[in-house]
């Protein structure tokens, strides 16, 4: 990496390689995506982000590229410049968020995060931590963590955190003003920056979303899949991380989109057919919730089996408040903005 990325030439670089997979249990090498770079959520989960092109080339085939967030806690950084920045955070509980905190810190506060595509780092994946919790446990760590990150750099946005993250409100954190002394005597950038010139893929949520992320039925999830040009279908399938097509937005006024793509049934119909079209403000696309059922013009959403064909499809049908079929859930339940 240091041939790679002189430090000459990139003196206040963090510079992370590509992590490839060893099975834990059978120590099979697993070669990851050299397109990948690092990024995160407004509730700051880790999230993986797709590298279209680096100065009119394959990112795998470049010397190296910009990434919003480093690939876990792998990376080569220049001492001096590593402590001038106060290193890691040590405020940070055990584990979860170090990732995240150095990368921002180091964005803001005068330097860049780098990805080597060549240089490859294969790391044993745990089936679980290998650390002593509190009894609380692992999730209210990285809870507390989150709220850390936020209070310390995200500046006004740390509302779209507490927005999908409203019980770290709660959580107990020690003091960063340590944090903010540093970012004062550093002159870092506002989080805005960030936003503007490293992460642009990181949009503020609309005042008027009540919900996002994922929906879902136990472990699949309702997904968009483009079978023919200027066609789109919905379907169950297999939740899965950092997939666009099952990222999902509800708005107040009942759109269910994705970008400018509005969930819409059928209507008319024996069968109501669920698809995606082009937003329109029409009734077709006004969705309600009642408890956990989802609603359209009394009918609701549910995922249903055709024993002629064998496949399950949705539809609408007389909502059922206990059948399991029409129960819906968001990975990502929203505050209203007004109770800040």
Known sequence: MLRKVPSSEHPKALVSPVIDIIDADTFQYKPS????????DWALNYRWQTVSEVEGKDPSESTFFKSPVIHGGLFLANKSWFNELGGLDKGLDIW??????????????????????CSRIGHVFRSRHPYNFP??????TYLGNSRRVAEAWLDEYKYQFYDVKPQAKHHVISSVEGILSLKRRLKCKPFQWYLDNVYPELKPMSKDIVALGQLQQENLCLQSQIIKENKTTVALAACATSKPEQEWHFAKTGELYQGKFCLTAKLNVKKPKIYLSKCSNNTKQKWSRRRRLLMLHGLCLENVMDTVIGHYYLTLTPCRQKAFSQQWDFSMELQTWGDR
């Open 33 to 40: 995506s050299g397109d990948l770079k690092g990024g995160f």
């Open 135 to 140: 009894p609380n446990g692992s999730l209210s």
């Open 96 to 117: 979860g968020l170090e990732n995240i905190e150095i990368s921002i810190k180091t964005w803001l506060c005068g330097g860049e995060v780098l990805t080597v595509p």
